[in-house]
């Protein structure tokens, strides 16, 4: 199991600056109609639990409830319905460092074309599906308030048969099969953890570690600007910042 997690810390600042600046909606509500169609058209959270993921996430960051309801009825087909799609682009950024970039968008051309343009210009590399991907595994993601010592986290995750666990300096970040994930984060609540945040995302195999600040700052700076963009969902990279 690993230690100290520099880059999620860094993750997880900014997510919580996007919901302070109220840019997290639209991504969230997209979201959300995308759990609805890859759920079978199931618009009930009970039902669906990528759906229940999406729409706890919606209402940690204070997302009224017309607007939740709103994206699942869009995804249904209901009060106007858009044809999004998620879509995944490939490439490196600064440093070498492996980037997989996760859009939901009705138009894949705009997307590919904002995502090439930004790689291109911020000294980027895209790259072709699969030049990336393998390097990353498919991995539950359960974020808990950091109220125990890393020594009981360890013991409660390791008695749950979790793969990994992760220390920052505000959370711990645990991992497991993504078949897992709801028994997982439903045992830890019952046992007293608040759960900040769990989801299915993508975990590097192996990480490259920058020591270098100069180097680093450069590659968040990268990171962090191209979640930015509209189209962008989230952004996945092996970095370990380690300065």
Request: hydrophobic share 40%; proline share 2%.
């Amino acid at each position: 199991m690993s230690g100290h997690s520099k880059w999620s810390q860094i993750k997880r600042q900014k997510g919580v600056a996007d919901q302070k600046r109220g840019q997290a909606f639209t991504r969230l509500g997209n979201a959300i109609s995308i759990a609805v169609r890859e759920g079978g058209g199931i618009g009930d959270p009970e039902s669906n639990f990528k759906l229940r993921l999406a729409v706890e996430k919606a209402r940690a960051a204070n997302m009224p409830k017309e607007n939740i309801q709103r994206a699942i009825d869009r995804a249904g087909g209901k009060n106007g319905e858009v044809n999004l799609e998620t879509v995944k682009y490939e490439g490196f950024a600064p440093s070498g460092v492996a980037v997989v970039v996760e859009c939901i968008t009705d138009n894949k051309l705009r997307t590919q074309g904002q995502v090439k343009n930004y790689f291109d210009k911020n000294g980027g590399t895209m790259a072709s599906t699969g030049a990336v991907s393998y390097l990353f595994t498919p991995s539950g993601e359960i974020t808990v308030n950091k109220t125990v010592s890393f020594e009981e986290i360890f013991a409660i995750a390791a008695d749950l048969g979790v793969e990994d666990v992760e220390e920052a300096e505000d959370a711990f970040d645990i991992y497991c099969q993504p078949g897992d994930l709801h028994k997982a984060k439903t045992e830890l609540e019952k046992k007293g953890l608040k759960v900040l945040n769990a989801e299915i995302i993508l975990k590097p195999a192996t990480l490259i570690a920058v020591s270098e600040k100069d180097k680093a700052e450069k590659i968040v700076s990268f990171l962090q600007n191209l979640e930015e963009l509209d189209d962008v969902q989230k952004v996945y990279s092996n970095v370990e910042i380690a300065v």
